[in-house]
Nanobody, 113 residues
Framework: VQLVESGGGLVQPGGSLRLSCAGS????????MTWVRQAPGKGPEWVAIISSDGSVTQYTPSVKGRFTVSRDNAKNTLYLQMNNLRPEDSALYYC???????RGQGTQVTVSS
């Protein structure tokens, strides 16, 4: 199983980023997938979860209305569109097969002026 995130970077408050997570080594279309973030000195926080076919999504309250999770099972790729970013969104973001220990190395998001 391999999960590789990309798309992070430095962005100003109010800006946008789209994260990607490419999966391989498993049937990508089967499991629910989760985006998780971890800020320095804090524990992991789940951000969004998406069902196998993408029809059901859930978000942690602090990102609802600003972030959108989606997936393209034909491309074995999970996405997180992040709009109206805030400094408190700064963290290492990684994707994870829901309910498992399989996760990627993460991509850093920094929101700062």
């Amino acid at each position: 199983v391999q999960l590789v995130e990309s798309g992070g970077g430095l962005v100003q408050p109010g800006g946008s980023l789209r994260l990607s997570c490419a999966g391989s080594g498993f049937t990508f279309s089967s499991p629910y997938m989760t985006w998780v973030r971890q800020a320095p000195g804090k524990g992991p926080e789940w951000v969004a979860i998406i069902s196998s076919d993408g029809s059901v999504t859930q978000y942690t309250p602090s990102v609802k209305g600003r972030f959108t999770v989606s997936r393209d099972n034909a491309k074995n790729t999970l996405y997180l569109q992040m709009n109206n970013l805030r400094p408190e969104d700064s963290a290492l973001y990684y994707c994870q097969i829901s309910g498992s220990d399989y996760r990627g190395q993460g991509t850093q998001v920094t929101v700062s002026s």
